[in-house]
């Protein structure tokens, strides 16, 4: 069992930055893609970056290509998101995921989720 903690949602301005951390309680974290998903309200959920368990790969939904780096740091078992020139478009509820595979996490499935965190982007 992986339990995953989010943190660094909050309210932010438009064209603001957030970084988002979310720290795995196992230390067989390396093991591990990991992936941030979002849902706004009424839409459904999708993925915004994922990571594979070395690293190496790198997935972007195309609404952040540009504005959004995913990286992880396995010595803390934490995968981060920084996303910078936010737009009112990227309120949500993010969740972090991790499975076995990136290519899970692309098709939308993931073994594990943190309960997300929220992002309020005003204009």
């Known amino acids: 069992q992986v339990q995953l903690v989010e943190s660094g949602g909050g309210l932010v301005q438009a064209g603001g930055s957030l970084r988002l951390s979310c720290t795995a309680s196992r230390r067989t974290f390396g093991r591990y893609a990991m992936g941030w998903f979002r849902q706004a309200p009424g839409k459904e959920r999708e993925l915004v970056a994922a990571i594979s368990s070395s690293g190496y790969s790198t997935y972007y939904a195309d609404s952040v290509k540009g504005r959004c780096t995913i990286s992880r740091d396995d010595a803390k078992n934490t995968v981060y998101v920084q996303m910078n020139s936010l737009k009112t478009e990227d309120t949500a509820v993010y969740y972090c995921?991790?499975?076995?595979?990136?290519?899970?996490?692309?098709?939308?499935?993931?073994?594990?989720w943190g309960q997300g965190t929220q992002v309020t982007v005003s204009s």
């Open positions: 995921a991790a499975d076995a595979g990136i290519y899970a996490l692309r098709t939308g499935q993931a073994g594990y």
